[in-house]
């Protein structure tokens, strides 16, 4: 049984992850950083999108695309179904390379591998596995209401709920099933030491849509996007179960 004091260092921790994507100005006063770390953290963006969140003119934020990008550190690509809006040609959107991941990986990062390493060596390995069904946990009571009240796909409320939240997910039809795919993670570099957040949080959508999944590639392990399968939902096992 863990200690009130390990217990509230996880939670601390659980905290800690959960803001690994926050990004201060007064952190890093050089615009071209936080272009990067935009994309870094938030995933696949568009020339406009990063404009009007960062506060630049098209033409100030385009100058700094251009050099991240003659620099290796960006790349422009067509956009993901799931961030396409409207009619007409997509834009581009700017997406991280490889060498730009390593170069502009973001200390919270770092601070959450320590913190999680020292949890494991301090209180146990266990106290990892905890760790990673409270975060899940998070996740699963903030999806739950809704899922149960989206009058669309459960899947595609899931891959909606995911791309707000910088995973850029999308949902690909087969036909014995669904395909989410999630085109970024904010948290890879954590996970990637830590696979019990891949597998508590895979087990949290199979919670939440009422039946098995499979997670067939992730990016933490080095696949280019994060896949998971979903059989073909029962609409009267969704009803049964709440989605839960």
Do not use: W
């Not at 935009?38 to 020339?47: D, F, N």
């Not at 060498?99 to 502009?104: I, L, P």
């Not at 591998?113 to 990892?128: Q, W, Y």
């Not at 949080?201 to 590639?217: D, I, K, P, W, Y």
């Amino acid at each position: 049984m863990r200690s009130g004091t390990s217990h509230n260092f996880e939670l601390a921790l659980l905290g800690e992850l959960r803001h690994t994507s926050v990004v201060k100005k007064s952190e890093d006063p050089r615009t071209r950083d936080l272009v990067a770390r935009s994309i870094l953290e938030k995933g696949p963006r568009t020339a406009v999108e990063l404009a009007q969140s960062l506060g630049l003119t098209p033409a100030g934020i385009r100058r700094h695309l251009d050099s991240l990008v003659e620099e290796g550190v960006l790349e422009a690509r067509e956009p993901h179904s799931a961030l396409i809006r409207g009619r007409g040609r997509p834009s581009k959107v700017f997406v991280m390379t490889d060498g730009g991941r390593e170069k502009f990986e973001h200390d919270y990062d770092d601070l959450a591998v320590s913190a999680l390493k020292f949890l494991a060596a301090s209180v146990g390995e266990s106290a990892l596995v905890d760790f990673a069904h409270a975060r899940a946990g998070e996740i699963e009571r903030t999806l739950a209401p809704i899922i149960a009240s989206s009058e669309g796909s459960p899947v595609g409320a899931l891959a909606q709920f995911l791309t707000d939240e910088g995973y850029a997910a999308d949902v690909l039809n087969r036909a014995n099933g669904d395909e989410l795919c999630q085109h970024h993670c904010p948290i890879a570099h954590v996970a990637a030491q830590f696979p019990q957040l891949c597998e508590a949080e895979t087990e949290a959508f199979s919670r939440l849509l009422g039946t098995h999944v499979q997670r067939l590639a992730t990016i933490a392990h080095g696949d280019g996007v994060c896949t998971t399968f979903i059989p073909k939902i029962s609409h009267s096992l969704m009803s049964s179960t709440g989605g839960k």
